[in-house]
């Protein structure tokens, strides 16, 4: 056998394949990403590669880069840092000390036939590294599990470019299923409901219980993004699952900036309402968001709440994300297992 022919052989995975372990299937749960701390350069870096994603901000690229970095990065990472601050945990920022407890609750119950590594579509740890780290591991079957359960495009789709982006440069590509969206899962319309009821056992029953989604621009739903009538469908299911009147279920959408209109109603300006019309005890939870985070600890918990008082509010009670409840575990489990 020549020298060449041998190398040949050392190299072929099918001619080894028999006396390697099967591989295990690769995990990778992705969420969006946080700072590395809450601390104005942080979030600088932070902010500039989430806001220079064209999924997230679709305005032409000159003219956005140029507002990017010559007014909003230059502006916000100082504020954004404050808000970081007052939420920031010693295990770090809410999101990723979350998602971590998620990441081992599901290795655990997925067990050694599998590996669940954690990737974040911006900041540390990063999808790319987390497939790397697959790939070291000789994994050739990949579920990406995007932690949003309504598809939408500055989100889901974002996340599987970041994917694409790091495969296309592997020599054997893995296998790959990638899970656009879980929204109407029966287990998962359950943990959610579970947690509501749970909460109206503990509270009583508010006259109106907040659906609050995390915003996007309106004119990408008219451009097909079914992330709007996804997040009503949740609404609904959840409603249905608790035998609530549909009276008493709103959807609102949150966190919205710029000029241009957003998918509505608003749920700040919802909440300025509310009282007006003899609404004085509301309870508000954000199904887009699987683990607590900026969004829902401060912006619902805290900013969102002050809002609701001002206006005339009396009771405002904000439910908790699934973040790692057993319910919500077993969930992810059975969609990444079906």
Known sequence: MSRFSALNYDIDPVFHAANRPAPRVGVLLANLGTPDEPTA?????????????????????????????????????????????????????????ISKQQQAAIQQQLGDGYSVKLGMRYGNPSIAGALRELQKEGVRKIIVLPLYPQYAGPTTGSTFDAVATEL??????????????????????????????EHIEKNGLPQKIIFSYHGMPKRYLTAGDPYFCLCQKTTRLVQEKLGLDKSICLTSFQSRFGREEWLKPYTDETLEQLPKDGIKHIAI?????????????????VENRHAFIAA?????????????????IAALVNVLKH
């Open 41 to 97: 350069p942080a979030l600088r870096r932070y902010l500039a590669e989430f806001l220079s994603d064209p999924r997230v901000i679709e305005v032409p690229r000159l003219i956005w880069m140029m507002v990017l970095h010559g007014i909003i990065l230059r502006i916000r990472p100082r504020k954004s840092a404050a808000l970081y601050k007052s939420v920031w945990t010693s295990e770090g920022s809410p999101l990723l000390a």
């Open 168 to 197: 296309k440069n592997w020599r054997w590509v893995p296998e790959l299923h990638f899970i656009n969206n879980y929204c109407d899962h029966p287990l998962y319309v359950e943990a959610l409901a579970n947690s509501v009821r």
């Open 285 to 301: 939870i954000s199904p887009a968001f699987s683990a607590d985070c900026l969004e829902t600890l401060e912006e619902l918990a």
């Open 312 to 328: 005339g509010g009396e009771k405002y009670d904000y439910i908790a994300a699934l973040n790692d409840r057993a319910d919500h």
